[in-house]
């Protein structure tokens, strides 16, 4: 009813369930997977700490256009009132720090803490 989404993240090690968030938002699907791998470059940073190197993350998203945003250098007249901060995801794949990959809405572990779900998917 009041037009906000509610995003959630799931933050794995291997396959290890290591954090976990989720948040109404009163922003678009580009600016969560932004907050979302902040999360995760803080993560980094702290197995940076313990002496364990993470090169390269794979987020994954199962909103395509979210993923396309992070994917195309060319600035879109619609998303031009998105502030330069947000844009730093795009800035972390392009130099090949971040991987956005599509999955599809059956397999996203994070719709567990964002809608409701029968019980024979959970």
Known sequence: MDRKSTS?????????LISWHNKKQACVEYIAAGSCYAQILWIKQQLKD??????????FCDITSAINLTKNQVQHSRTKHI???????????SNG????????????????????????RF
Do not use: M, W, Y
């Open 8 to 16: 959630g993240t799931c933050h794995l090690l291997g396959s290890s």
């Open 50 to 59: 313990f002496r364990l190197k993470v090169s390269k993350v794979t987020l």
């Open 83 to 93: 502030k330069v901060r947000h844009h730093f995801i795009r800035d972390h794949a």
């Open 97 to 120: 720090g971040c991987e956005i990959q599509f999955v599809a809405t059956e397999q996203q572990l994070a719709d567990i803490f964002t809608k409701p779900l029968s019980k024979d």
